[in-house]
């Protein structure tokens, strides 16, 4: 009998412990399941009675601020609650207020004492952040990547590129993987496609990151044509995007007449390589040699990117250019070739000769 109300006193016991769920609410959705939710992230109880939370996407140099709570805001603890508080967590508010130097950060809550023990690596207020950003943008003639800021030593990172439109992604390493994404970044003297701006990077302000516009200034690109050649039964057609080369938008691609060729639903028909028979082609202008430029054959499953001039097949296989070796006999027929016939140096196109002064040779 004593066993079994052992038992059952443990069973209740057990009960009592797991009625009350803990949670975390603060000032980041991301982090916290919700900005300021009451009940925005559950701590897990552990076999001592105490309820944890260990986070480990914290991004590094972000400010938090937070407190536990029973689920509702009639019962929370912050600040004032803390065992012992760690150096660079501050006052906010009665929130617990921290700005940290690690991904990682570990809150413990006890609900006999109604103590939160913090542990985790923080900033000192003024102390510089000792980290590297990235930043991933559409820039422009450099396609959508991640590039390195440089630290300005002032709490803000920089880099200056030529300005590419849309939102932006900052991190502290050159991932998606927990990233932050800033939809409309703020714009200083309304930069434009092609324009040189630096782009502002501070990560703990409201509006993280800033675009200024550089007068008069570009930054170099190397923007080079390239050919692309296809080898098919009839004229494929080329779709193309991506910001590594200027002319990527409907509005840049126009027949002699001014009319628009190009959109996502109406590609421009690749050209016949003049003595080629089966051979197609398009020159794409001014591709970043850097990144090159995206496209599709036949807006097929394929998404290419070329760098240089390149021949391929419908599905976008590398295939060896044609020269004057690999032409048919009809091909070589209608090509212009050089010959030799008594010790003269003669053109022969079409069935038709020629002499070096382009003289009809009977």
Same mark, same amino acid.
């Given at each position: 009998?004593?066993?079994?109300?052992?038992?059952?006193?443990?069973?209740?016991?057990?009960?009592?412990?797991?009625?009350?769920?803990?949670?975390?609410?603060?000032?980041?959705?991301?982090?916290?399941?919700?900005?300021?939710?009451?009940?925005?992230?559950?701590?897990?109880?552990?076999?001592?009675?105490?309820?944890?939370?260990?986070?480990?996407?914290?991004?590094?140099?972000?400010?938090?601020?937070?407190?536990?709570?029973?689920?509702?805001?009639?019962?929370?603890?912050?600040?004032?609650?803390?065992?012992?508080?760690?150096?660079?967590?501050?006052?906010?508010?009665?929130?617990?207020?921290?700005?940290?130097?690690?991904? *990682?950060? $570990?809150?413990?809550?006890?609900? +006999?004492?109604? %103590? !939160?023990?913090?542990?985790? &690596?923080?900033? #000192?207020?003024? @102390?510089?952040?000792?980290?590297?950003?990235?930043?991933?943008?559409?820039?422009?003639?450099?396609?959508?990547?991640?590039?390195?800021?440089?630290?300005?030593?002032?709490?803000?990172?920089?880099?200056?590129?030529?300005?590419?439109?849309?939102?932006?992604?900052?991190?502290?390493?050159?991932?998606?993987?927990?990233?932050?994404?800033?939809?409309?970044?703020?714009?200083?003297?309304?930069?434009?496609?092609?324009?040189?701006?630096?782009?502002?990077? *501070?990560? $703990?302000?409201?509006?993280?990151? +800033?675009?200024? %516009? !550089?007068?008069?200034?570009? &930054?170099?690109? #190397?923007?080079? @044509?390239?050919?692309?050649?296809?080898?098919?039964?009839?004229?494929?057609?080329?779709?193309?995007?991506?910001?590594?080369?200027?002319?990527?938008?409907?509005?840049?691609?126009?027949?002699?007449?001014?009319?628009?060729?190009?959109?996502?639903?109406?590609?421009?028909?690749?050209?016949?390589?003049?003595?080629?028979?089966?051979?197609?082609?398009?020159?794409?202008?001014?591709?970043?040699?850097?990144?090159?430029?995206?496209?599709?054959?036949?807006?097929?499953?394929?998404?290419?990117?070329?760098?240089?001039?390149?021949?391929?097949?419908?599905?976008?296989?590398?295939?060896?250019?044609?020269?004057?070796?690999?032409?048919?006999?009809?091909?070589?027929?209608?090509?212009?070739?050089?010959?030799?016939?008594?010790?003269?140096?003669?053109?022969?196109?079409?069935?038709?000769?020629?002499?070096?002064?382009?003289?009809?040779?009977?």
């Amino acid at each position: 009998m004593k066993k079994l109300f052992s038992f059952l006193s443990a069973l209740v016991c057990a009960v009592s412990l797991s009625a009350q769920t803990y949670y975390i609410a603060g000032n980041d959705a991301s982090l916290f399941g919700g900005e300021w939710k009451s009940d925005g992230v559950a701590l897990e109880q552990q076999t001592d009675g105490t309820w944890s939370k260990s986070f480990t996407t914290c991004v590094i140099g972000t400010q938090y601020e937070f407190k536990v709570t029973d689920g509702t805001w009639n019962n929370s603890w912050g600040y004032g609650a803390l065992e012992s508080v760690p150096d660079g967590v501050t006052n906010g508010n009665g929130n617990i207020k921290c700005t940290t130097y690690d991904a *990682t950060m $570990t809150v413990v809550f006890n609900p +006999t004492t109604n %103590k !939160i023990t913090l542990t985790g &690596v923080f900033v #000192n207020s003024g @102390d510089p952040i000792p980290t590297t950003y990235y930043m991933k943008h559409s820039w422009y003639g450099a396609g959508w990547s991640w590039k390195e800021l440089t630290d300005n030593g002032d709490g803000t990172y920089s880099i200056r590129e030529r300005y590419g439109t849309g939102g932006c992604n900052w991190n502290t390493s050159a991932s998606d993987n927990g990233s932050n994404w800033v939809a409309s970044p703020t714009l200083v003297d309304n930069p434009t496609e092609g324009d040189s701006a630096v782009f502002t990077l *501070t990560p $703990t302000a409201e509006k993280p990151i +800033t675009i200024t %516009k !550089i007068q008069g200034a570009e &930054v170099i690109i #190397n923007y080079v @044509d390239i050919t692309i050649r296809v080898k098919a039964d009839e004229a494929p057609t080329i779709w193309w995007w991506g910001a590594g080369s200027k002319c990527t938008s409907a509005e840049n691609v126009t027949d002699e007449g001014g009319n628009k060729i190009y959109t996502w639903n109406n590609q421009p028909v690749m050209q016949p390589v003049d003595g080629l028979t089966g051979w197609y082609e398009w020159v794409l202008k001014d591709v970043n040699a850097d990144s090159g430029v995206t496209f599709k054959i036949n807006k097929g499953d394929n998404a290419i990117v070329a760098k240089e001039s390149t021949c391929y097949d419908v599905n976008g296989n590398i295939l060896s250019c044609p020269g004057a070796t690999a032409l048919s006999n009809t091909e070589v027929e209608n090509a212009a070739v050089k010959v030799i016939r008594n010790g003269q140096v003669l053109i022969v196109r079409e069935g038709v000769t020629y002499n070096m002064m382009g003289q009809t040779i009977q």
